[in-house]
């Protein structure tokens, strides 16, 4: 049902174009079955005109519902959808491996620590964009995004519960939440930004990550280019 609901929401005009040529062709049916019916001499000829006017009719009246169906799934559930938060309870990690302070070499397998990613260089904007612990890999810093964007990132930060993505007109950032979600994320979806109803234009992209409380913890920004579809 989701699948259908946002392919409904990104195909909305090309649907209602689609409707509209239905519709006039079938109006063009009943105004000729009209005109036959009154130029009709015989009474089966009247009853055949008759049973045409009917049959267009019911399609106009289907047309008419499935436009109205549209409507409704395109303005209303496909936003609900995406501000949908989808929060579960928090797991707590009971087979991590606490971490010990090395007093000789480092061995060679060891993990490397953490870098900041570079797309976070943003003046004014404080964000925490670290490599495979908190980052936003899809879109790019300043990737131009249209329609339903899908954002693939990690969120693994200690004592992690939860994590929300947002977005804002640049400048004096007003964060609008988009939607929420709970469960560790390495490289993986993140979920879905519906950018068809926004100005074009540059926008602050900001994951961040919570703890068990939803307290937040650190947050990763990236700049993207609105365009139209």
Not at 51 to 77: C, N, P
Request: aromatic share 8%.
């Amino acid at each position: 049902m989701e699948y259908v609901i946002r392919f409904l929401a990104e195909f909305e005009v090309p649907i209602y174009l689609v409707l509209g040529i239905v519709a006039l062709v079938y109006l063009r049916r009943v105004l000729v079955a009209l005109d036959e019916k009154r130029t009709a001499i015989f009474r089966l000829e009247r009853e055949a005109a008759q049973r045409k006017v009917v049959a267009a009719v019911s399609v106009l009246v289907l047309v008419g519902l499935l436009t109205v169906g549209e409507f409704v799934v395109a303005t209303f559930l496909a936003g609900e959808l995406s501000q949908e938060p989808t929060f579960s309870t928090s797991t707590i990690e009971m087979l991590s491996t606490p971490t010990t302070t090395l007093t000789g070499p480092a061995p060679t397998d060891a993990t490397p620590t953490p870098t900041r990613y570079p797309q976070v260089d943003i003046e004014g904007i404080e964000s925490n964009c670290i490599n495979d612990v908190l980052e936003i890999k899809e879109p790019l810093h300043n990737a131009d995004v249209s329609g339903v964007v899908e954002i693939i990132g990690s969120v693994n930060t200690e004592n992690f519960g939860s994590y929300t993505y947002e977005y804002s007109t640049v400048g004096e950032p007003n964060w609008q939440t988009i939607a929420a979600g709970s469960g560790n994320r390495i490289d993986e979806s993140l979920g879905n930004w519906y950018t068809s109803d926004l100005t074009p234009g540059p926008y602050f992209l900001r994951l961040v990550a919570l703890d068990n409380d939803g307290v937040e913890q650190s947050a990763c920004v990236i700049i993207v280019q609105v365009v139209q579809n």
